[in-house]
């Protein structure tokens, strides 16, 4: 069992760390809790569901520290977000141009802002794709929503793929916005938007495999999701009729260590080489552009 050693992986969800725990980051999701005690209780969203959170080195470099990182498990290229005015991020283009891509995450509340802004990052910055996490958003914008519907246009306008989270989410904020079956009128709607379903879509991972059958354009990325608990409906799907649609993604450092991925992932019952292949490397180059791994 286990993928070939050769393979050069795409990891579609890595986030350049902010400090040696990252709690920056945890404290973004502070406005999503609804009240004092919420907030004091679940300070880190992700802890409930990760164990081993990981902990950082001290370094006054963290994108070399991730590149490091990268280096040990033969991550090629990983995708990472994207902030206007983000320090982090130039200096991941300007030193290591070959070795990230980045989404832009957005909120549609802020309507033709959010436009202006994803053609600005796209001109200025080169982004390869957008993000929106719907539950997120402040207030909550579901998938299928009219204010999503600028954000799905300007994305088709560019031939931007746009990465959603679908499924329950993780921190403790109502799931409605992200059911599953919302998907479906966004595919009908913009046939030629190029959707990839982020964080599971659980406990509706059944019917994204159906929606992937039924629409070209529709992918899934297994973020946020340790490789033994990928949920089995969509490793029968990318054995069979998926191998083209089901992308690898990690959670590092928001939630996973590359350590329990990596230590999982041989694990994972893919059937072959050519679907670990296409898994871990190629279904993600094509889709976001990026060369054939020499």
């Given at each position: 069992?286990?993928?070939?050693?050769?393979?050069?992986i795409?990891?579609?969800?890595?986030g350049?760390?902010?400090?040696?725990t990252?709690?920056?980051?945890?404290?973004?999701?502070l406005?999503?809790?609804?009240?004092?005690e919420?907030?004091?209780?679940?300070?880190?969203p992700?802890q409930?569901?990760?164990?081993?959170?990981?902990?950082?080195?001290?370094?006054?470099?963290?994108?070399?520290?991730?590149?490091?990182?990268?280096?040990?498990?033969?991550?090629?290229?990983?995708?990472?977000?994207?902030?206007?005015?983000?320090?982090?991020?130039?200096?991941?283009?300007?030193?290591?141009?070959?070795?990230?891509?980045?989404?832009?995450?957005?909120?549609?509340?802020h309507?033709?802002?959010?436009?202006?802004?994803?053609?600005?990052a796209?001109?200025?910055?080169?982004?390869?794709?957008?993000?929106?996490?719907?539950?997120?958003?402040?207030?909550?914008?579901?998938?299928?929503?009219?204010?999503?519907?600028?954000?799905?246009?300007v994305?088709?306008?560019?031939?931007?793929?746009?990465?959603?989270?679908?499924?329950?989410?993780?921190?403790?904020?109502?799931?409605?916005?992200?059911?599953?079956?919302?998907?479906?009128?966004?595919?009908?709607?913009?046939?030629?938007?190029?959707?990839?379903?982020?964080?599971?879509?659980?406990?509706?991972?059944?019917?994204?495999?159906?929606?992937?059958?039924?629409?070209p354009n529709?992918?899934?990325?297994?973020?946020?999701?340790?490789?033994?608990?990928?949920?089995?409906?969509?490793?029968?799907?990318?054995n069979?009729?998926?191998?083209?649609?089901?992308?690898?993604?990690?959670?590092?450092?928001?939630?996973?260590?590359?350590?329990?991925?990596?230590?999982?992932?041989?694990?994972?019952?893919?059937?072959?080489?050519?679907?670990?292949?296409?898994?871990?490397?190629?279904?993600?180059?094509?889709?976001?552009?990026?060369?054939?791994?020499?």
């Amino acid at each position: 069992m286990g993928y070939p050693n050769s393979i050069k992986i795409v990891d579609l969800m890595m986030g350049i760390p902010v400090s040696e725990t990252n709690q920056e980051w945890y404290d973004s999701f502070l406005p999503l809790l609804k009240d004092n005690e919420s907030i004091q209780q679940f300070k880190m969203p992700a802890q409930y569901l990760f164990r081993d959170i990981p902990q950082l080195e001290v370094t006054d470099d963290y994108v070399a520290f991730l590149v490091g990182e990268m280096d040990k498990y033969n991550i090629d290229v990983s995708l990472v977000g994207y902030f206007e005015g983000s320090e982090a991020a130039f200096s991941a283009k300007d030193n290591y141009p070959d070795r990230f891509i980045f989404d832009f995450p957005v909120d549609p509340n802020h309507g033709m802002d959010a436009v202006r802004a994803i053609r600005r990052a796209h001109a200025e910055f080169g982004i390869r794709a957008v993000s929106v996490f719907p539950c997120g958003c402040n207030p909550q914008v579901p998938i299928n929503d009219r204010r999503m519907w600028l954000i799905y246009g300007v994305c088709c306008e560019l031939d931007l793929p746009i990465l959603v989270n679908v499924g329950v989410p993780g921190p403790r904020v109502p799931m409605a916005p992200q059911k599953t079956e919302l998907v479906d009128e966004v595919c009908y709607h913009f046939p030629e938007l190029k959707f990839v379903m982020r964080h599971g879509g659980e406990p509706w991972d059944e019917l994204a495999v159906k929606l992937m059958l039924k629409w070209p354009n529709l992918y899934y990325s297994t973020s946020a999701f340790a490789p033994r608990h990928y949920p089995k409906s969509i490793i029968r799907y990318l054995n069979t009729r998926g191998a083209d649609k089901v992308m690898y993604a990690g959670y590092y450092p928001q939630g996973l260590s590359l350590e329990r991925i990596f230590k999982d992932l041989p694990d994972v019952p893919i059937k072959n080489d050519d679907v670990w292949q296409k898994f871990l490397s190629d279904n993600a180059r094509k889709l976001f552009g990026l060369p054939t791994a020499s």
